[in-house]
Nanobody, 123 residues
Framework: QVQLVESGGGLAQAGGSLRLSCAAS????????MGWFRQAPGKEREFVVRMGRSGTTYYADSVKGRFTISRDNAKNTVYLQMNSLKPEDKAVYYCAASSRVGVYTTGSSYDYWGQGTQVTVSS
């Protein structure tokens, strides 16, 4: 069982930055691939980025070059650095853990989810 808790959301201006954190419980954090998803009001949940156990990353085209995922296995934490924010980045951001190997961008491929953190970007 893995519990995930996101933090770091808030209000940023367009062009600004925010860093999200996701702290995981349990001693097997390093054995999971970690992902970030987001859901804007009235829209379906959207894949943002995934980092595999070995550190390989896969980004959605909409955030490539602006967002960076990283993880600190010693701290059981994954981060999402968001730069050059746009109003369309406004959403609730969720981190998720997956035991599957490979590139998975669908929510059903993830086993555990956090409660989400709100990101608002003003224009």
């Amino acid at each position: 069982q893995v519990q995930l808790v996101e933090s770091g959301g808030g209000l940023a201006q367009a062009g600004g930055s925010l860093r999200l954190s996701c702290a995981a419980s349990g001693r097997t954090f390093s054995s999971y691939a970690m992902g970030w998803f987001r859901q804007a009001p009235g829209k379906e949940r959207e894949f943002v980025v995934r980092m595999g156990r070995s550190g390989t990353t896969y980004y959605a085209d909409s955030v490539k070059g602006r967002f960076t995922i990283s993880r600190d296995n010693a701290k059981n934490t994954v981060y999402l650095q968001m730069n050059s924010l746009k109003p369309e980045d406004k959403a609730v951001y969720y981190c998720a853990a997956s035991s599957r190997v490979g590139v998975y961008t669908t929510g059903s491929s993830y086993d555990y989810w956090g409660q989400g953190t709100q990101v608002t970007v003003s224009s």
